[in-house]
Nanobody, 126 residues
């Protein structure tokens, strides 16, 4: 499965952006959809995840209540709606797909996606 992320850009603090992640194969419905981000000088961190069917979601505390992840299996696409953006949200955002147990998201073991997209830059100005 190849993943193509898009939708990044420059936005002022308090603004919104929607990222998209399109998969190359219809079998994307077999995977949970994930978003990660990496800010300059920092390690890549988990942002949000959605189940194969789209029935459940999970968010990092730093984005909870501001970001919404959704999945359209008919379009083989996962979205990340980002609202109330802050300068600290500035990062390269990566989409990913995994088949790990759903509980891995809040467990001790790291989430290890099967596939990664190429990343899209999000810059939030103050």
């Amino acid at each position: 499965v190849q993943l193509q992320a898009s939708g990044g850009g420059v936005v002022q603090a308090g603004g919104s952006l929607r990222l998209s992640c399109a998969a190359s194969r219809r079998t994307f419905y077999n995977y949970h959809g994930d978003w990660f981000r990496q800010a300059p000088g920092k390690e890549r961190e988990f942002v949000a995840s959605i189940t194969r069917s789209g029935s459940a979601t999970y968010y990092a505390d730093s984005v909870k209540g501001r970001f919404i992840v959704s999945k359209d299996n008919a379009k083989n696409t996962v979205y990340l709606q980002m609202n109330s953006l802050k300068p600290e949200d500035t990062a390269v955002y990566y989409c990913a797909a995994d088949q790990m147990a759903w509980g891995t998201r809040w467990g001790v073991a790291p989430l290890k996606p099967n596939f990664w997209g190429q990343g899209t830059q999000v810059t939030v100005s103050s």
